[in-house]
């Protein structure tokens, strides 16, 4: 496999983790789910409400 094809498949590997997260994380937003995540090097743990929040942020 040359390093062109290997920054391509990089690149779909990574575009498929990042939707299967997002789709995850609306998963559990829409269900009323909390989640727990890194920040500032403590796990902080939002609510489906604070979810909303922070996917505005992110748009």
């Known amino acids: 496999m040359t390093e062109e094809e290997m920054k391509k498949l990089h690149c779909k590997i990574d575009a498929g983790v990042k939707a299967a997260i997002a789709a995850a994380i609306e998963r559990h937003r829409k269900l009323g789910q909390s989640i727990s995540i890194m920040q500032d090097g403590k796990i902080v743990t939002l609510t489906a ?6 996917q505005a942020k992110n748009i």
């Open 49 to 54: 409400d604070e979810i909303t929040a922070i």
